[in-house]
């Protein structure tokens, strides 16, 4: 079995700045692309970014220039570096990670439990 960590959200004022992370623990061969998505109120769960082992990143739109995913492969651990927040931005982030364990032939896709960040205007 594998545990995705998250930790890092909270509240700030529009322009401001918060960074998520993601710990992945427990079975773990290796992981392909990890995520992060995030849930609105009333809304579909979206994409908001992806990194692949190698480092190869993808955005929303909505997100491009203010959001840096990064991550670091010794420690099972992606990050999201959130600047020029907006209130349109608050919802509940989540991580996701594409792993592969020990003693499976396959991938399987893992979740965290979601961290809210709220931005006030």
């Known amino acids: 079995q594998v545990q995705l960590s998250e930790s890092g959200g909270g509240l700030v004022q529009a322009g401001g700045s918060l960074g998520l992370s993601c710990a992945a623990s427990?079975?773990?061969?290796?992981?392909?692309?990890m995520a992060w998505y995030r849930q609105a109120p009333g809304k579909q769960r979206d994409l908001v970014a992806t990194?692949?082992?190698?480092?190869?990143?993808n955005y929303a739109d909505s997100v491009k220039g203010r959001f840096t995913i990064s991550r670091d492969n010794a420690k099972n651990t992606v990050y999201l570096q959130m600047n020029s927040l907006k209130p349109e931005d608050t919802a509940v982030y989540y991580c996701n990670a594409d792993v592969l364990s020990h003693g499976r032939a396959a991938n399987y896709d893992y979740w965290g439990q979601g961290t809210q960040v709220t931005v006030s205007s």
């Open positions: 427990g079975n773990i061969f290796y992981i392909n692309v």
């Open positions: 990194i692949t082992s190698g480092g190869r990143t």
